[in-house]
């Protein structure tokens, strides 16, 4: 199933409302990185979203969902790709999510390398029930 086919299957999800192609263009300027089509795909339709008890970034004036500025941020404290952007910080022991411009989501913890978690932020989605 696509992203936003699981987004809007969801009866818990709130949404800040999508974004045109210019603001996506000048986020992935901002970072130095070309975004996955599927990331593109939601924040196209949603901007941003939460649901029960996840956030992830996108592209938001919500500081805590902007993916510019809480990738920007995070990148100071860990190890990774300069080609990664967050898709979401849980604030539950300095675990990230992360995703390449390919689709891939990666994990991050402290003390550890960055892992390959799932093929997609679909896939990841749907492991948040």
């Known amino acids: 199933m696509k992203v936003n086919d699981l987004l809007n299957n969801r009866n818990d999800l709130l949404s800040l409302g999508g974004v045109n192609s210019d603001k996506i263009l000048r986020a992935e300027q901002l970072l130095h990185l070309r975004f996955s089509s599927e990331y593109k795909s939601y924040v196209t339709e949603f901007g941003a979203v939460s649901f029960w008890g996840h956030e992830l970034t996108g592209i ?3 500081p805590a969902l902007n993916v510019v500025k809480i990738t920007e941020e995070l990148r100071n404290y860990t190890n990774v790709s300069n080609t990664w952007y967050v898709i979401e910080n849980i604030h539950i022991d300095d675990i990230v999510f992360w995703q390449d411009h ?4 990666y994990r991050t913890m402290p003390n550890a390398e960055p ?6 932020l679909a896939d990841y989605i749907s492991m948040c029930k």
């Open 115 to 120: 892992t390959l978690f799932c093929k997609t």
């Open 102 to 105: 390919n689709g891939v989501v």
């Open 60 to 62: 938001s004036d919500v």
